[in-house]
């Protein structure tokens, strides 16, 4: 079962808040009146099943949003040859090896890495 929304009209905001970006991210929601739910994903993180369904609303291998400088990285194994199913696996195992801050919308989801790209899913 996943908590990610399924409709256009629900947002959700994958959120740290200790991260400036993450926050900065918040923030454009907020002056915008966009209503959505926020995750502190590192306090309650995403199942395996909700981390493939965000691989596929993202619609780019989980490389391409992980945190490979973490220490969490090289403490599961994975190596520059990993798989996407190895790394959603250590997503899953260490949160903290998601980027962030990601806004899902519906089926669509982005990263906001400048935060300003979240706005392309308004």
Known sequence: MSDLPD????FMLLHNPRCSKSRAARAL?????VEFAERHYLDDPLTLVELYELAA????????WSR??????????LWDDADDDAILRAMSA?????????LV????AVVGRPPERI????
């Open 7 to 10: 409709s256009d009209s629900s």
């Open 29 to 33: 929601l907020e002056e915008r009146g």
């Open 57 to 64: 609303r993202l619609g780019s291998s989980p490389r391409a």
């Open 68 to 77: 490979r400088g973490e220490e969490a990285w090289s403490a599961a194994n």
């Open 94 to 102: 260490h949160p903290i090896l998601i980027e962030r801050p990601i």
């Open 105 to 108: 919308r519906g089926r669509r």
């Open 119 to 122: 706005l392309e899913l308004l």
